[in-house]
């Protein structure tokens, strides 16, 4: 089964909560570590490693923290995930190196390589502003419900 690693779901959570609050100039670790019930030494390390591949910007000092460097419609969930597992591949025939041994002989190399590239580019088409937009609905239909029931 294809899942994503524990660290890039990490990563996603706290670029989503960021996203989420664009009024704020920087929120710290610790702000994301208590949202999501992450490990802070882990969210840490996961944050730094999204600083240094430009998706955010880190402040230090007291008022310190993390921000986007862009806007949440321009930055994708392949974006992050890559950051932090590197290369999508489902298999281990693809490879950062080339085929493997069998690549001359293998029927299934071909299917497998457009399963990869059609879950790259669906990867590639979520936004983080879609990823905050799918909790902001669940929260617009309550609200819904509730003026109904009041009127």
Not at 64 to 83: K, N, Q
Not at 118 to 135: F, H
Request: hydrophobic share 40%.
């Amino acid at each position: 089964m294809l899942r994503l690693t524990k660290k890039a779901d990490y990563g996603l959570l706290a670029v989503k909560f960021l996203a989420e609050h664009p009024n704020a100039s920087s929120l710290s670790a610790k702000d994301i570590s208590e949202a999501y019930h992450i490990p802070l030494q882990l969210l840490a390390k996961i944050l730094q490693r999204l600083t240094k591949v430009g998706l955010l910007r880190s402040h230090a000092g007291m008022n310190g923290g993390y921000a986007l460097t862009r806007d949440p419609r321009e930055i994708t969930a392949f974006e992050v995930i890559h950051a932090i597992d590197g290369p999508l591949f489902i298999t281990s025939c693809i490879t950062i190196s080339g085929s493997c041994d069998l690549s001359e002989i293998c029927t299934i190399k071909e299917p497998l390589r457009r399963v990869n590239d059609s879950i790259s580019d669906l990867l590639k088409s979520i936004r983080i502003s879609d990823l905050v937009e799918a909790t902001r609905a669940p929260m617009r239909e309550h609200a819904d419900m509730q003026l109904v029931t009041i009127q």
